[in-house]
């Protein structure tokens, strides 16, 4: 994309223009909170699932593999993003992206806990501890763009 200030070429899809550093909002509203929302949603609709016998084991090991897939794909991009961020602004970033990424680990974590759910074994346990994790990640995910909005008034990433 061409840079609406200084005119300069910038690949599709990056946060700052290499030359003059400024943010392209149009790229970073593609990335909306309402989707984390989404997933926590999904994620306890699967673990009621597999709870209810409604899936067998299999089907939620299956799930659970796509979800941390789509799990992965998101980190890569965060790790892209903080990547991007230009020189001399790496420290204006700095909190937030501590807080996201302590939330990106605490949601592959869970994934983790999830797993290890047999209801002949450990009954439902793993399903709770999974999930509650989960939640908590994603609410620092969140503070991570709390803080991103406070301070710059709209998000970075996510
Ligand atoms: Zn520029």
Redesign the pocket.
């Known amino acids: 994309m061409i840079?609406p200030?200084?005119?300069?070429a910038n690949d599709n899809g990056v946060f700052f223009?290499r030359?003059?550093r400024?943010l392209f909002l149009s790229n970073i509203d593609q990335d909306g909170a309402p989707e984390e929302g989404e997933r926590v949603l999904d994620l306890a609709h699967a673990c009621e699932l597999v709870r209810s016998g409604e899936w067998s084991l299999t089907e939620f090991h299956g799930y659970l593999e796509d979800f941390e897939a789509k799990q992965a794909a998101k980190e890569g991009e965060i790790h892209a993003t903080i990547k991007e961020i230009p020189f001399g602004l790496e420290e204006e970033f700095q909190e937030e992206s501590q807080v996201g990424l302590e939330g990106v680990t605490s949601c592959n974590e869970a994934i983790g806990v999830l797993r290890r759910y047999d209801p002949e074994i450990t009954g439902d346990f793993p399903l709770e501890e999974g999930l509650g994790i989960f939640f908590s990640g994603i609410s620092r995910v969140k503070e991570a763009m709390r803080i991103n909005r406070r301070s710059y008034g709209r998000p970075l990433w996510l």
């Open positions: 840079c200030s200084c005119g300069s223009c030359q003059c400024t």
